[in-house]
């Protein structure tokens, strides 16, 4: 399979998440599909909650489905979203993604499927790592 029919399959599985969303509160949808190097996707929505901190990401529950299924070296993540502008991801999820692949292909793609394309390093130029728990 070429990179590019990957990415569709990827932007496809992102787009159909996103449709499980639960955001009864927002009404923001965001779909998220993590490719491990296992060469399986893992994907995630977002939940909300009547107690709004309670909320989770699309992203942070895609890392969720991953680890929960054995696996942490990922490849790529793909998001989709229903707002106007591909959405980047939260402080938070760069947070959660940079414990694992501090170098992470973004894409995210709105509803009118306008894309844009970051790194992770790019988006956390200087993260907090598991390095720096460890002592001079
Ligand atoms: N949200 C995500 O799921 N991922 C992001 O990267 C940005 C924000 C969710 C959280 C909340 O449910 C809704 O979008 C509005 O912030």
Not at 8 to 33: D, K, Q
């Amino acid at each position: 399979m070429s990179s590019e029919q990957r990415e569709t399959e990827l932007v496809t599985a992102a787009r159909e998440v996103m449709r499980n969303s639960y955001a009864p509160y927002s009404r923001f949808r965001v779909g998220a599909a993590l490719a491990a190097a296992d060469g399986r996707v893992y994907l995630g929505c977002n939940v909300e909650n009547a107690s709004f901190p309670a909320g989770l990401c699309a992203e942070r529950s895609a890392v969720a489905a991953a680890v929960a299924a054995g696996t942490t070296r990922f490849d790529y993540l793909v998001l989709a979203s229903d707002g106007d502008v591909p959405t980047p991801p939260c402080g938070i999820c760069r947070q959660v993604l940079v414990e694992f692949e501090p170098s992470l292909p973004i894409l995210s793609v709105a509803n009118d499927g306008r894309s844009e394309r970051w790194t992770l390093s790019e988006l956390l130029a200087h993260p907090f790592t598991p390095r720096d728990l460890t002592p001079a």
